[in-house]
């Protein structure tokens, strides 16, 4: 049965050209949002996470060109002056940005980006390339569950987590604004019902932009 002209399938769809997408987590901290977008990066190899400037100090552990690219605040100006942020706002007394060149070549190169922003940032987005966006809010499982989370991350001192908890309440008032919503009651639920989200909107058709081509081909018996 076997049959030289059938070609399988499977080989088709990945040939097929697809613009990538901004796939955006904001949550309050201490939601779990971290731990999501690792898991996410290391399952998906079409996955790369945006890097966003900052003018915060660096924390232990954080690494430069990694977790920020670390600049003060007269470098910021100057790329906020030269539009080379694609969205940039204030978050807890600090300025954060995302850099635009590195987000337009990964999109045209049919590569999606995560994005870990807040909700400033997202609407600036949506209001500059809603269909490219795909956001998703991350609640934390209940109030006692925050609290918990946000005191036992050492890394910043007292006031700061204090100043934290306050905010938390300020950002899930902004959850109605997102695509999607997932209450993180489990890491791997979570991961799952993203990885989900991401496959549904990457078969959008208004993505696969080489879909024309590829049924012309179908019909001409290629
Ligand atoms: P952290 O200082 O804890 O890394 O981040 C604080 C907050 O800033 C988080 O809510 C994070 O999502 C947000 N954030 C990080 N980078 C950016 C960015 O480039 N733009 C915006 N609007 N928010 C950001």
Redesign the pocket.
């Known amino acids: 049965m076997t049959d030289a002209t059938a070609t399988a399938p499977e080989q088709f769809p990945d040939d097929i050209h697809r613009r990538g997408l901004m796939l955006v ?5 201490g939601a779990g ?2 731990t999501i977008s690792r898991r996410m990066l290391e399952l998906d190899g079409n996955l790369s996470m ?1 890097v ?3 003018t ?1 100090s660096k ?1 232990p552990g954080e690494v430069h060109g990694r ?2 690219f670390f600049i003060d605040p007269t470098e910021f100006n100057l790329m906020v002056n030269r539009r080379e ?1 694609l ?3 204030k ?2 007394g ?1 300025y ?3 850099p635009k060149s590195a987000v337009e070549n990964a999109l045209k190169a049919g590569k999606d980006v995560l ?8 609407q ?1 987005l949506s209001e500059s390339a809603r269909d490219d966006l795909v956001s998703i809010f991350i609640l934390p499982p209940g109030a006692r569950e925050l609290e918990r989370r946000l005191t036992t991350r050492a890394q ?1 001192s007292a006031e700061e987590i204090a100043r ?1 908890m306050a905010k938390a309440n300020d ?1 899930m008032s902004h959850w109605f604004e997102y695509d999607y919503v997932i209450v993180n009651r489990d890491v791997d639920r979570s991961v799952e019902q993203v990885r989900a989200i991401l496959t549904a909107e990457r078969l959008k058709r208004r993505r696969q932009v080489g879909l024309a081509e590829f049924v012309r081909g179908l019909q001409s018996g290629l």
């Open positions: 987590l904001s949550s309050p901290s949002k971290t945006s966003s400037v900052t915060r924390r977790d920020y942020l969205e940039h706002a978050v807890f600090n954060y940005g995302t994005f870990d922003i807040d909700w400033q940032g997202t600036q910043d934290r950002e």
